[in-house]
Every structure is written in structure tokens, then in C-alpha cells.
């Protein structure tokens, strides 16, 4: 007789079907991931007129143009996805993992540095490790940049200016990763029973001090942060955050226009330390597009003039200061600790789990690793692979809570009296991003961390109108 799949199943060695379940698992998300795409772009190919509900928010011009620039970007998803699972996949099956701990072994002891020196192969492992992916992701990164963002008008990045950056953040996170890694796993190794406790204190100071000094020290190796000068602007938002009790010690503009006509807003800082970032591209008056704009305006006739006056980038001072203050609502609302709360209680849980599981041989022989237990790989192994289904569920419900953090911050910003200069700015923003309005709703129940513009005009639609 022939046996059952099931009685198959149950034959197989733990390790085995330990492997077995990680591999089905990621192909499971990623056909789920794939199957929605697919549903999301049948909505880019056949909604090719504004819908009635919209006449009034995009003309369309602009409809068009962001209904291709998410088509191809959905496109190119697809096959980098695909690309990703399949490396992902014969990682695993051809033994990658134990492949490149013993290569990371025979580097550092040429290096004089032998089996006892765990951390040091550690890091040589991290270090080639992220390599490879930097390498492998390269060309994707490219094409993304250079062909998908160039064609539809916001990469401002020349090759060598993209390639400077690529290796600067390379560097940058190494050395972070390195000595924060090799320390995780020095605190692992020496702390006993209750390691997982030290462990995640010391990930918890860590990610605060990098919160802190992220702004100030890391961010301008990239992009030139300059303070707002003074002037109308800068008074509205220090009378804004007055008027909430906001501690805000600074202002900055960053040019982000040298790498992306994108737009965006954030504050940081903590206790009586705020401050808030502005991207150039988000304020009407510092935009690069705007100033290019207005340099080729001389000789131009009255038609096309109008036209460019429409093509202006960004928002209007009142705009960008109701943008401002859906920002603080979340700050207000205690949503940013509220975040920080649930990753830490959930990097405690992980830590916790991590300590029962350890231990376990098979975890190990399943992956390849045979007669060593590396602390590193039993982080990677559990962290990222055992751990897949819980993050998938947990990120999904982090989406459902962002969601209603979002309608709360423009709830807010509606009693700050700013309904009406939020409305316009979403339109604004929207449109400067090409951000396209329409969705299928499984794919923006998923994805969206963010309600779709529709919903959140109509729920600031009804303030305006009260």
C-alpha cells in the first residue's frame, strides 16, 4: 500500500521536517505576497480614467502618470521578489550558511585567530555575509534608481553620486553592526541563565542611542542638513509646538532633492530635545524642481507659464504646517512611545524564546551545522527562519495599528483647526509623489500602514464641512 504524505511526514527526521517547514513557509508568504501584487495590478491595468469620487482631488494628467509609475514599480517588485525567494532557496538547499561559517573560519585563522574565537569568525561571517547581499542587490538597486525612478522623473542621483553613497552606507553599517554584534554576542556567551535578559537590555540602549544620534551624526554623512532661517514659517511651527507643549530645541531643511524628488516630514529626539526635520522637496519656497522651474520661466509665454505654476513641487507654509501637525498628533497621542513599547516587549518575547530554543541540537543539524553550535547562526536561524510565521502575524497587526494611529494624528491636526490645509496638502503630497488612489482592498488591508487618500479626505472632509 502506499503511505499517506502524512505518514511520510512523520517518518522524516525533526531536523528534516524542521527545514522543510521553513522552506514552505517562505514560498507560502511569498505566493500570498505574489497572489495580492497580482490583485493590485489588475487595479493599475483597468482603471485607466479618474473615478468619479476623485474629479476634484487629480486631474488627469496625473492619474495616468502615477497609474504607470506604480505599474512598473509593481512590476519590477515582482521579479525582484522572485529573484530574492529563488536566492533565498538555493541558499539553503546547497548548505550556503555552513558553506560560509567554515569560510569565515579558515579567513580568521589565517588571520591567527582559531576555533576558540567564535566572535571573531562571527564577525567575518557578518561581514561577508552582508557583502554578498550588498552585491547581489546591487544591480536591482541600480535598475530601480537608473531606469524605474529615472523614467518617471524623481531620481536626481548622478552613477557616481549613487555609487559614493552605496559604499559610504556599507561602511557606516559596518561599523555599526560589527562591534554591536560582537558584543550581543560576548553578553550571550557570559550571561548565564538569564542571559536573554542582559541581552535585551543591551539592544534596547543600543537602539535608543542610535534613535539619538542617528540625526545629528549619521543621517548628515549622507544629506546636508541645514537649520529653517528665520522667518514666518519657522515662527508658525515654534508658536505650533508652543501651543502643545512640544519641546522643540531645532529646525532643519535637508536637501533631499540631491537624491529624490520624494517628500517627507519627521521629528526626533527625546524628552526635552525635539527636533523636526523638513524635506527641501516638501517646502514650496526650497525646492530644487521649483527653482529650475522659475529660472526657465523668462522667456516664456503667459500659457505655459500657468502650466508651470501648476507643476509647482511641494506645499504652501500653511500646508506644510498642517503636515506638521498630524506629525506631532502622533508625538501628542503618545504613539511614538506606544511603538517603542511594543518592539521592545516583543524583542523581549524573541529574546525569551530565543534562550528556550538554543539549546536545541536539531534547530542546528537542520541547517547544516553538524557538530558546532555558533551563538551568531542560532540568532539567524531562530530569529529569522523559526521565527517567520510570528513575524508575518505581528507585522500584520503592527499595519492594522499604524492605520489607526494615522486617522488619530489627522484627527488631531483637524482640532489643531487645520482640516482644511491638511485636506489640500494629502492632495498635494499625493500628487508630488505620484501616489495612485485606487486599491484592491486585500492588497491595502495588508499592505497600507497608511489609509488610503480616499478615506482620509472623507473623514477630514466631514470636519471641514462642520
Not at 6 to 19: D, H, Q, Y
Not at 34 to 45: D, E, K, P, S, T
Not at 85 to 106: A, D, R
Not at 139 to 153: A, D, M, R
Request: charged letters at 20%; a neutral charge.
Amino acid at each position: 500500500a502506499m503511505a499517506l504524505p502524512g505518514e511520510l511526514w512523520a517518518e522524516l527526521p525533526v531536523e528534516r521536517r524542521i527545514f522543510c517547514s521553513v522552506l514552505l513557509f517562505s514560498w507560502a508568504v511569498y505566493l500570498w505576497e505574489a497572489f495580492l501584487a497580482h490583485r493590485q495590478r489588475r487595479v493599475y491595468r483597468t482603471t485607466t480614467h479618474v473615478p468619479q469620487e476623485l474629479g476634484q482631488i487629480m486631474d488627469s494628467e496625473t492619474f495616468e502618470k502615477s497609474r504607470l509609475y506604480q505599474l512598473d514599480k509593481s512590476t519590477f517588485s515582482f521579479w525582484s521578489g522572485l529573484y530574492s525567494e529563488v536566492e533565498g532557496t538555493m541558499i539553503l538547499l546547497c548548505g550556503g550558511i555552513p558553506f560560509l561559517w567554515k569560510l569565515s573560519g579558515q579567513i580568521s585563522g589565517h588571520a591567527g585567530f582559531g576555533q576558540e574565537y567564535e566572535i571573531v569568525q562571527s564577525l567575518v561571517f557578518l561581514l561577508l555575509a552582508t557583502l554578498f547581499s550588498a552585491v547581489t542587490g546591487l544591480p536591482w538597486s541600480l535598475y530601480n534608481t537608473f531606469v524605474i525612478e529615472e523614467k518617471h522623473g524623481f531620481n536626481q542621483q548622478t552613477l557616481g553620486f549613487f555609487f559614493k553613497d552605496a559604499v559610504k552606507k556599507f561602511v557606516v553599517t559596518q561599523c555599526i553592526l560589527l562591534p554591536v554584534t560582537s558584543l550581543l554576542l560576548y553578553i550571550i556567551k557570559i550571561g548565564g541563565d538569564y542571559f536573554f535578559i542582559y541581552a535585551w537590555l543591551f539592544t534596547l540602549v543600543v537602539s535608543l542611542v542610535l534613535v539619538t544620534i542617528y540625526a545629528d551624526y549619521i543621517a548628515p554623512l549622507f544629506d546636508k542638513f541645514i537649520p529653517l532661517p528665520e522667518g514666518e514659517l519657522k515662527q508658525q511651527i515654534e508658536t505650533m509646538a508652543k501651543s502643545i507643549d512640544f519641546p522643540l530645541t531645532k529646525v532643519y531643511v535637508v536637501e533631499g532633492s540631491k537624491r529624490s524628488s520624494h517628500s517627507n516630514a519627521y521629528f526626533y529626539g527625546f524628552f526635552k530635545n525635539k527636533r523636526i526635520v523638513l524635506f527641501d522637496t516638501l517646502l514650496e519656497d526650497y525646492s530644487a524642481l521649483n527653482k529650475e522651474l522659475a529660472e526657465g520661466e523668462d522667456g516664456e509665454n503667459e500659457e505655459t507659464k500657468s502650466k508651470t505654476k501648476n507643476k509647482k513641487q511641494g506645499c504652501k507654509n500653511e500646508e506644510v504646517l498642517a503636515v506638521l501637525g498630524h506629525e506631532l498628533g502622533h508625538w501628542k497621542l503618545g504613539h511614538t512611545v506606544k511603538n517603542i513599547i511594543i518592539s521592545q516587549m516583543n524583542s523581549f518575547l524573541c529574546f525569551f524564546l530565543f534562550a528556550v530554543l538554543i539549546g536545541r541540537k536539531e534547530l542546528f543539524t537542520a541547517f547544516g551545522f553538524y557538530d558546532t553550535q555558533p551563538t551568531l547562526i542560532g540568532l539567524m536561524i531562530i530569529f529569522q527562519f523559526i521565527f517567520s510565521p510570528y513575524n508575518e502575524v505581528l507585522s500584520f497587526c503592527l499595519t492594522v495599528l499604524s492605520r489607526r494611529f494615522e486617522f488619530q494624528a489627522d484627527a488631531f491636526a483637524k482640532e489643531l483647526g487645520k482640516a482644511k490645509d491638511l485636506y489640500s496638502a494629502l492632495i498635494k503630497l499625493n500628487k508630488d509623489n505620484l501616489g495612485f488612489p485606487v486599491s484592491d482592498w486585500i492588497f491595502s488591508m495588508w499592505h497600507y500602514s497608511h489609509p488610503p487618500l480616499l478615506e482620509r479626505l472623507q473623514a477630514l472632509k466631514d470636519a471641514k464641512q462642520e
